[in-house]
């Protein structure tokens, strides 16, 4: 028996036989091509990406009617990311004047393409490297004539089969029939893998490294999707274990589906709003349906990536109504974009694009990107506001740390609305104006943000790594990643009273509103609002029905005075038993 950790995408246990996919990147070869060949090259190229633009169409033409929501848009990614600028065109350039063969034209320009999304510090962008990679996969197959990369040996029975790969592109998932669970060697939480197997609501792990190695056809496996745990040949008494459980979860489901349309409210009659995280305008109907009173962070960044020219109002309007509409009624917290043109927005080098910082992480991203361009931050506001008048929006500026930033992004908001107001003849309507509290120096001044804003949101997945320090993408320093370390909590908290005090609500955006040992701590911290991936809404809900806000508020408010990692672990595993 081999046990195997990597990271949860949860989903729940599952037990089956492993079917391993072969899916690495084929040897690429290197050779020059003599002049005579090279417009023949440049037209095989040519031809190997029109097969793939052609398996990408045609896939999402035939989707079951039950394929998630996501699936849709995750390939229409993938061929954007095929049509990108920087990747055929780029390689047939390198092909007719320097005379390389077609598979290393377009594996260098796709690696240098990849290789710009590492440098980035936000998970969800680090891991659009993965997308290109993928794609590149599928093109370098097709030239070297070895077909699909996918080639999966059907199992007899009912039995569930637990799919082992290194990488699996959302495309190939797509073409699985009865996938039980993943298991996969590359990607984190926010890969677009990772994205569609919790929609499709099956156990997941990623960042296994090795588990395409050390996994054979028809062992049997353990996945357990919640803890990370990958369990490789199983004796006897693990397996009835874990079939055990894996009953459980089955009858756990069922139950928790019956809580969709139960009111959010602890036992003291405390309500409490439960939002969703989305990436893809498709998304936020199926967060309604999960039972999302709203969308709490719809990450726009999806709009600029791999392209040439930024998206127009025009365009970006379309996908924010979709959002709007899809919601019905309830409200959308639209975030304004979250990178910098350095490095995500491939265009030309042209004078508007400022120097690589050698610390993205650090540098002009996010609200300093969009103060910095104020033409193009223009654009999306007036395509936010114009997606207004279809429901209510409320807008997000992410990264704030000065004053004078929100000074500055008020005049815009006022501009904007101005500058539509004279185009359409009629008023804008109002939008709520909050800010994201994602950095140390924007929580120990929340107070000011709080009365100059309508509303604050805090991002704990980046607070709790610039608070500590801490990449949680390195993985030599990922162990030291703690939400609950003291001083990450007393941000939290003092960020949610600064809100109390001044009569604004306050949301938490990131994975500590999913997670379930943190929803008691942050309900006695006072916290109201909650916003956090679909799949994890009803387990949340659950949870808040079983608390009673009153007697946390006293337990947790001992628990913030210690400032003892011991004892605030000991204080926790209290309020577990509230």
């Given amino acids: 028996m081999l046990t195997l950790h990597g990271t949860g995408i949860g989903g729940g246990v599952v037990v089956g036989r492993a079917v391993v996919l072969e899916t690495r990147l084929i040897d690429v070869p290197r050779y020059r091509v003599e002049f005579a060949q090279r417009a023949g090259e440049a037209a095989r190229l040519a031809r190997a990406v029109a097969t793939v633009r052609t398996e990408l169409e045609t896939l999402g033409t035939h989707l ?62 680090r891991e659009r490297g993965r997308d290109v990679t993928q794609v590149a996969d599928r093109v370098l197959r097709v030239l070297s004539g070895s077909g699909r990369a996918l080639r999966a040996r059907a199992l007899p029975g009912d039995v569930p089969l637990i799919f082992v790969a290194h990488d699996i592109s959302p495309a190939d998932m797509l073409q699985l029939k009865h996938a039980g669970g993943f298991a996969i060697d590359l990607g984190g939480t926010a890969s677009h893998t990772a994205i569609l197997a919790r929609s499709m609501n099956v156990p997941a792990v990623v960042g296994l490294d090795r588990a395409g190695q050390m ?13 990370g745990v990958l369990i490789v040949a199983p004796d006897t008494a693990v397996l009835e274990e874990y079939r055990h459980r894996m009953a459980l979860g089955l009858l756990e489901r069922k139950q928790l589906e019956r809580l969709v349309h139960v009111p959010s409210a602890t036992l003291d009659g405390v309500p409490i709003e439960l939002l969703a995280n989305i990436e893809l305008p498709a998304e936020a109907a199926q967060s ?20 040439r020219e930024l998206p127009g109002e025009d365009e970006q309007y379309e996908a924010y109504r979709e959002a709007v509409l899809g919601m019905a009624g309830g409200p959308v917290t639209i975030r304004t974009i979250d990178i910098g043109a350095d490095k995500a927005l491939d265009g030309d080098d042209d004078a508007h694009e400022p120097a ?15 103060l910095a361009e104020p033409d193009v931050f223009l654009e999306q506001l007036r395509a936010i506001l114009r997606a207004a008048e279809h429901g209510p929006v409320r807008l ?34 109002p939008v709520p104006v909050g800010g994201m509290i ?47 370390h003291p001083a990450v909590l007393q941000l939290v908290s003092q960020t949610i009273r600064a809100g109390e005090r001044a009569g604004k609500p306050v949301s938490v955006c990131g994975e500590m509103a999913g997670d379930l040992e943190a929803t008691r701590l942050l309900i006695g911290m006072g916290l109201r609002v909650f916003s956090m991936h679909p799949a994890s809404l009803l387990r949340i809900k659950r949870e808040i029905l079983r608390c009673d806000a009153g007697r946390l508020r006293t337990r947790v408010s001992r628990l913030l005075a210690a400032d003892d990692p011991a004892r605030v672990q000991a204080g926790l595993d209290r309020l ?3």
């Fill in 215 to 227: 996994v054979r056809d028809d062992d049997w496996l353990v996945i357990d999707g919640d803890t």
């Fill in 64 to 125: 079951p009617a039950d394929a998630p929501v996501e699936a849709q848009a995750l390939l229409q990614v993938h061929a954007m990311i095929l049509d990108d600028p920087s990747l055929a065109p780029q390689a047939t350039v390198a092909i007719e004047s320097h005379g390389q063969n077609a598979e290393w034209a377009f594996a260098s320009q796709a690696e240098h393409l990849a290789a710009q999304f590492e440098q980035f510090d936000d998970p969800y962008l």
């Fill in 576 to 578: 577990r038993e509230a």
């Fill in 438 to 484: 994602e950095v140390p120096a924007a929580a120990l001044t929340a107070p000011f943000f709080a009365r100059r804003l309508d509303f604050l949101s805090i991002g704990t997945n980046d607070l709790v790594q610039y608070t500590l320090a801490i990449d949680r993408a390195d993985h030599a320093v990922s162990s030291l990643y703690d939400p609950f």
């Fill in 288 to 307: 309604r349906d999960a039972g999302a009173s709203g969308v709490g962070l719809f990450r726009t960044e999806f709009l600029f990536m791999n392209r």
């Fill in 396 to 429: 997000l500026i992410p990264m704030l740390a000065h004053g004078h930033e929100v000074d500055q992004t008020l005049r815009l908001i006022a501009q904007a609305r101005e500058q539509l107001a004279d185009r359409l003849r009629r008023p804008m309507p």
């Fill in 356 to 370: 690589a910082s050698p610390n993205p992480a650090l540098g002009q991203r996010a609200i300093r990107y969009s």
